[in-house]
Structure formats: C-alpha cells, structure tokens
Nanobody, 121 residues
Framework: QVQLVESGGGLVQAGDSLRLSCAAS????????MGWFRQAPGKEREFLAG????????RYADSVKDRFTVSRDNAKDTVYLQMNTLKPEDTALYYC??????????????WGQGTQVTVSS
C-alpha cells in the first residue's frame, strides 16, 4: 500500500509560480510511475503530467506542457510539479497518483487527497 500526501498549494496571483510536492509513505516510490491530475468544480479530472519510475520519461497534457514540469527524487520518495505562469483557469484541486512502472493518463492504483491551487486574476 502506498500513501500519498500532496502539499504546496495555495492562493497566488496570475503569473506566479508554485511547486507542488507529493510525498509517499508505506512503500518506496522507486518502482512507481507518478502522475499529476487536477479537477476543477464541475469539470472532469484532467491528466496534467506523468513521470516514469526512473525519471527518464515524462509526458504532459498540451494545456500545461510549456508551463509545468514534473520531476522526482526517489531517495526522498517525493515527486514534484513545478507550475509557472499560472493562470486563473489553473484553479483546481491537484492530485498525485502512483502506478507501477509506466506512465498512464488515468489508470493509477494509488491517489492522494489533493491540494488546492487558486489563481486570482
């Protein structure tokens, strides 16, 4: 069992940056691909970024690929999402998720509780 806890969300202004963290416990993340998702009120959950178990492969949604960067530190069992040039439409609850080995757009076994990001105009 993998427990995931996101942190780093908050209220920022448009154009600002935030770095989200996803810390794991229970098992090492070294075999797990990690994904970042978000869900805004009234909208479906959206895949944002994924990184494979070794950090050698990443994938991004078109909506964020030029602004967001996913990275990981397996020694710390932590995954990060660096978000730059934030826009009001980035306002959502942000989740991290884990699955074995390879990146997926949605098929993840473990999910965190989410951290809220609010971007004011």
């Amino acid at each position: 069992q993998v427990q995931l806890v996101e942190s780093g969300g908050g209220l920022v202004q448009a154009g600002d940056s935030l770095r989200l963290s996803c810390a794991a416990s229970g098992r090492s993340l070294s075999r797990y691909a990690m994904g970042w998702f978000r869900q805004a009120p009234g909208k479906e959950r959206e895949f944002l970024a994924g990184i494979n178990w070794s950090g050698t492969y990443t994938r991004y949604a078109d909506s964020v690929k030029d602004r967001f960067t996913v990275s990981r530190d397996n020694a710390k069992d932590t995954v990060y999402l660096q978000m730059n040039t934030l826009k009001p439409e980035d306002t959502a609850l942000y989740y991290c998720a884990a699955r074995l080995w390879a990146v997926s757009d949605g098929d993840y076994a473990y999910w965190g509780q989410g951290t809220q990001v609010t971007v004011s105009s």
